[in-house]
T-cell receptor, first 113, second 114 residues
């Protein structure tokens, strides 16, 4: 069975601090995809990144970076120099070419001014 | 920018009413999904569709039904709403014929059943 764990339920940081959101997944498949989505207070989930299981290169996009470590089944997300607009619930998700995604429980990030 | 629309945005109804939540997308995506989400909690798949005339139930048991008569339209119906149906319902779509494509989400319908 597939499972995604986001152990941090809520995180609060002060603006300009760096913050890392943890994601640990379980799957027996060798081929799978990992995702991060952002859900701001407006409610609409926004796609951030997709990474396949064969690509362990870390990725950086502006203030966002992702660290994929297959050895520890983790796909962590770091926001550098956080801003108030980063306040949202962030979901990690796993899909193995199956019929649906498995979403983690989400981490609520509050960035205080 | 996602072109997937859900109406209504908020709905408050009484127990026993029949309701239909609308979802439309203008991207021509074959695959569409309905998720149920309690505020700030994880998403649970309740229905999905591979294309026209295709519908399947998801992991979470639901008393709702869906239809897919047109590619762009994927409505969800509750024949008799109950307070336990109070939740947020999110519609999504994805492009391509394969799997593991990114999902585009609508803004959701917040349903409250009194």
């Amino acid at each position: 069975a597939q499972k995604v764990t986001q152990a941090q339920t809520e995180i609060s940081v002060v603006e300009k601090e760096d913050v890392t959101l943890d994601c640990v997944y379980e799957t027996r498949d060798t081929t799978y995809y990992l995702f991060w989505y952002k859900q701001p207070p407006s409610g609409e989930l926004v796609f951030l990144i997709r990474r396949n299981s064969f690509d362990e290169q870390n990725e950086i996009s502006g203030r966002y970076s992702w660290n994929f470590q297959k050895s520890t089944s983790s796909f962590n997300f770091t926001i550098t120099a956080s801003q108030v607009v980063d306040s949202a619930v962030y979901f990690c998700a796993l899909d193995n070419y199956g019929q649906n995604f498995v979403f983690g429980p989400g981490t609520r990030l509050s960035v205080l001014p | 920018e996602a072109d997937i629309y859900q109406t209504p945005r908020y709905l408050v109804i009484g127990t026993g009413k029949k309701i239909t939540l609308e979802c439309s997308q203008t991207m021509g995506h074959d695959k569409m999904y309905w998720y149920q989400q309690d505020p700030g909690m994880e998403l649970h798949l309740i229905h999905y569709s591979y294309g026209v005339n295709s519908t399947e139930k998801g992991d979470l048991s639901s008393e709702s039904t869906v239809s897919r008569i047109r590619t762009e339209h994927f409505p969800l119906t509750l024949e008799s709403a109950r307070p336990s149906h109070t939740s947020q319902y999110l519609c999504a779509s994805s492009e391509g014929t394969g799997w593991s494509e990114k999902l585009f989400f609508g803004s959701g319908t917040q349903l409250s059943v009194l």
